[in-house]
């Protein structure tokens, strides 16, 4: 359907064959709206810039100029709305809805990204729905979510869903030892990314991975059900976790010192400074979930690995503990105080 090129606009796509190979020839006569359903890392936001970059070109080069602009979330007729608070509320939906209605800037197609819809409020679907609905012909809409809670039910029957599945642990360590990480960095990164190849490579440069591991495996046997121990307990895993992040936080300086070189030369106007700065802290946040949700996760492994064993005197004991540990995973997605709440769960586990 499109020419071949040394290089792709899905090159940054990693791992979904199927839908790579469905937006490919949608591209050619696409429909008024899309569905992206997949977790965090499954690089579905790559795939909405690179689709969007097929419809505004139509043709597989990722160097032309359009094509280039869309790639890099800088093309005037590609709009991305990022969750500003904890849900997207009226005021971003207000918004969507003025953009949706303008033409395009350049060409004769405006593409529409919207973000994190997994977190929509509660009235915010129904405000949405005749504009994801209905359009108009010059726009195409793209929501892309984590999964799809029954707030998204209505927006999601408009549209046509693509999912994307978590990347494989082999998939995430390739691609990395592509990008010129070390086997054996690239192999652990994998396998504590749990298929987010996003935070894979932040892992990948982080020399503390293991070492965090290890205190977070060590916590069963350390408790003691006193609030003094859960506390020290607590907080030297979060200093653990804050200094986890200076790689990220690195990458983080690069990129703002890129975009300040940029405003020195075309000015500060729609350079778009504060939607980086948003994502940024976006990105500091879900980086301490995932590093939380992750040692927790090492947590209950380590509790399972002790029922299995037989070698605890009250296995009931172990299986609450799961439970229990189940029960804050999912409590970290509503946004809790995360000292609060890792601090309730440890004083309520067993010792080991």
């Not at 605890?312 to 997605?333: F, G, K, N, T, W």
Request: negative net charge; hydrophobic residues 45%; glycine residues 6%.
């Amino acid at each position: 359907m499109f020419a071949e090129y040394a290089r792709s606009v899905w090159d940054e796509v990693v791992g979904q064959p199927r839908a790579v190979d469905q937006l490919t020839h949608a591209a050619a006569a696409p429909a008024h709206a899309y569905l992206f359903v997949g977790p965090a890392g499954s690089t579905k936001h790559e795939a909405a810039r690179a689709f969007a970059a097929l419809l505004l070109t139509g043709h597989d080069d990722p160097d032309a100029r359009d094509a280039r602009l869309a790639l890099a979330g800088e093309h005037p007729d590609v709009r991305e709305t990022e969750r500003v608070g904890a849900r997207i509320d009226k005021a971003q939906i207000d918004d969507i809805i003025r953009n949706a209605a303008l033409a395009p800037i350049e060409g004769a197609r405006k593409v529409m990204m919207l973000h994190d819809f997994h977190l929509l409020a509660a009235d915010g679907a129904a405000r949405l729905l005749k504009t994801v609905e209905e359009p108009p012909a010059s726009t195409v809409i793209i929501v892309l979510a984590d999964q799809v809670p029954p707030e998204l039910i209505t927006i999601a029957s408009r549209c046509v869903r693509i999912d994307f599945a978590a990347i494989t642990e082999p998939v995430v360590r390739d691609r990395l030892v592509a990008e010129g990480v070390p086997a054996d960095r690239a192999a652990h990164a994998a396998a504590a990314a749990h298929g987010n190849l996003t935070r894979a490579r932040v892992l990948a440069t982080d020399s503390g991975l293991l070492a965090r591991r290890d205190a977070f495996a060590a916590v069963p046997s350390r408790l003691d059900g006193t609030g003094h121990t859960v506390v020290a307990v607590c907080n030297e895993l979060q200093g653990l976790i804050e200094a986890a992040a200076k790689p990220l936080a690195a990458r983080h300086k690069a990129e703002m010192q890129a975009l300040e070189e940029r405003i020195a030369i075309t000015g500060e106007r729609g350079s778009g400074r504060k939607q980086l700065e948003e994502r940024h802290k976006r990105e500091l946040r879900r980086h301490r979930i995932d590093e939380l949700r992750s040692g927790l996760a090492v947590m209950a492994g380590i509790y399972r690995d002790a029922l299995v064993a037989g070698t605890l005197a009250r296995p009931d004991s172990a299986v609450h503990a799961v439970r229990r540990i189940h029960d804050a995973l999912d409590a970290i997605e509503r946004n809790p105080n995360e000292t609060l709440l890792l601090q309730a769960l440890l004083l309520e586990l067993p010792s080991l």
